[in-house]
């Protein structure tokens, strides 16, 4: 069952940038750690980011790590993916999800709410 709603992806040119935003209406994002997780066209769906609750702290997958940043708006209950000097291997459908969990998650099955995704194409 679908939770969470992000927005912010499209088609845009190597070495851009996109911000990819996660949000709900259903329950308060600050008290969830939040991850980011993205599926290459045939290929399954791998973490990215991941975000503590309650806290600033993010983690990265290695070749995101001087790339993508994670960060929270509590006041519009939204979580952001910031997605820069992007590549063409980065194409993916993007994903958020929600865990209860204090501590950085990197597996699907330890997130508890996701999104439906969104599109993020890199290309000239």
């Known amino acids: 069952q679908v939770q969470l709603v992000e927005s912010g992806g499209g088609l845009v040119q190597p070495g851009g940038s996109l911000r990819l935003s996660c949000a709900t209406s259903r329950f308060t994002l600050d008290y969830y750690g939040i991850g980011w997780f993205r599926q290459p066209p045939g290929s399954g769906r791998v973490f990215v980011a991941a975000i503590r609750r309650r806290n600033v702290n993010a983690y990265y997958e290695d070749s995101v790590k001087d790339r993508f940043s994670v960060s929270r708006d509590a006041a519009k209950n939204t979580v952001y993916l910031q997605l820069n000097n992007l590549k063409p291997e980065d194409t993916a459908v993007y994903y958020c999800?929600?865990?209860?969990?204090?501590?950085?998650?990197?597996?699907?099955?330890?997130?508890?709410?996701w999104g439906q995704g969104t599109q993020v194409v890199v290309s000239s």
């Open positions: 999800a929600a865990t209860v969990a204090t501590s950085i998650r990197a597996r699907e099955d330890e997130y508890d709410y």
